[in-house]
Nanobody, 119 residues
């Protein structure tokens, strides 16, 4: 059973930066996606950034150039560096693992870490 634990969420002002972390434990296959997803009240969970074990990364258009996803294999961790934050970046950020990058392709989910950006 794969377990994921996110951390790093906080309340900051617009323009500031945050770094989210996700630590994975349990069995994980050799080829998979790890991703960050964001959910706000009343809306569906949207993809923010994905990292594949082959090193490929994908980003939502709204975060390109501001967010960077990275992975530390030795620590079995995934990170999301978020810069130039805006109030629209606020939400509950989830880390997930699965065979495909979209939310429907993710099999395991963390419980989320809350990001609140004030203007």
């Amino acid at each position: 059973q794969v377990q994921l634990m996110e951390s790093g969420g906080d309340s900051v002002q617009a323009g500031e930066s945050l770094r989210l972390s996700c630590v994975a434990s349990g069995f994980i296959s050799s080829s998979y996606y790890m991703g960050w997803f964001r959910q706000t009240p009343g809306k569906e969970r949207d993809g923010v950034a994905c990292f594949h074990t082959d090193g490929a990364t994908t980003y939502a258009d709204s975060v390109k150039g501001r967010f960077t996803v990275s992975r530390d294999n030795a620590k079995n961790s995934l990170y999301l560096e978020m810069n130039s934050l805006t109030p629209e970046d606020s939400g509950l950020y989830y880390c997930a693992v699965g065979a495909y990058c979209p939310p429907y392709g993710m099999e395991y989910w963390g419980e989320g870490t809350l990001v609140n950006i004030s203007s």
